[in-house]
């Protein structure tokens, strides 16, 4: 049997830069399937709103923020 063509949302996108619940299953996925597929929107909507908003509920410091974003813009060259 094949590996999975798996379609990434955004918050599951998020999830391969951004250590949360469900990351390491996410990076499973992602890692496992054959093919991966998200929307263009998922480009504009991941970068950094994302990082942003965790910064500023608290759940990911601003530095962590920073850190991500290299690896936030490797997922959309």
């Known amino acids: 049997m094949s590996a999975p063509i798996c379609y990434f ?15 390491s299953e996410i990076a499973a996925l992602f890692g496992s399937s054959e093919r991966s597929a998200s929307h263009e929107i998922a480009y504009v909507v991941s970068k950094l709103p994302q990082l942003r908003a965790a910064s500023r509920k608290g759940s990911l410091s601003v530095e962590a923020a920073r850190d991500c974003r290299p690896t936030a813009m490797q997922l959309y060259p």
Do not use: M
């Open 9 to 23: 949302d955004t918050s599951a996108l998020v999830k391969l830069y951004v250590f949360e619940t469900g990351s």
